[in-house]
């Protein structure tokens, strides 16, 4: 498999920190159609958790997200990784980022037998574009 690097499009929100919220908006979006490929869910205070979903990507889907109180997330640029896991990787990601002096926001990653996604988030659009061509650039050379 090779390695593919996209910009994708997080979604966020806040939601009560209490049993049963997290569950409301994902069956929320699993009814409009959703097939969330990231999903994380923290809490922020005592009574407050974020939760950050992707990819959304139709108008249904869309709605579905905004009924359910999540706005496109401001401020956080993303772009996903994936391919074949193997020892360093991370280090190599995060290495080639860093040598074209870009700070990561955000990091996610999971692997799962032989395959690796990662989501890195930049503070600006301009900064996850050239990540995306920094990598896209090593992968190539």
């Known amino acids: 498999m090779a390695f ?7 979604y966020a929100g ?5 049993p049963g919220s997290l569950a409301r908006v994902l069956e929320v979006l699993s009814n409009a159609g959703a097939n969330l490929e990231f999903v994380i869910a923290r809490r922020i205070t005592e009574n407050t958790s974020r939760v950050f979903v992707a990819p959304l990507k139709n108008k249904g889907e869309l ?5 359910a109180g999540l706005t496109k ?17 991370g280090a190599w990601v995060t290495r080639n ?5 870009l700070n990561i926001r955000g990091l996610s ?4 037998k032989k395959r690796c996604v990662c989501y890195l988030g930049f503070e600006t659009k301009a900064e996850a574009v ?7 650039a090593a992968l190539a050379g």
Request: proline residues 4%; charged residues 25%; hydrophobic residues 45%.
């Open 4 to 10: 593919t690097v996209t910009q994708i499009d997080v």
């Open 14 to 18: 806040d939601i009560l920190n209490k």
């Open 63 to 67: 709605k579905a997200a905004a009924d």
């Open 73 to 89: 997330a401001t401020g956080m640029h993303v772009i996903r990784f994936e391919g074949p896991d193997r020892p360093g990787l």
């Open 97 to 101: 980022i860093a040598s074209a002096d």
């Open 109 to 112: 990653t999971a692997c799962l």
């Open 130 to 136: 050239t990540a995306m061509k920094k990598l896209k």
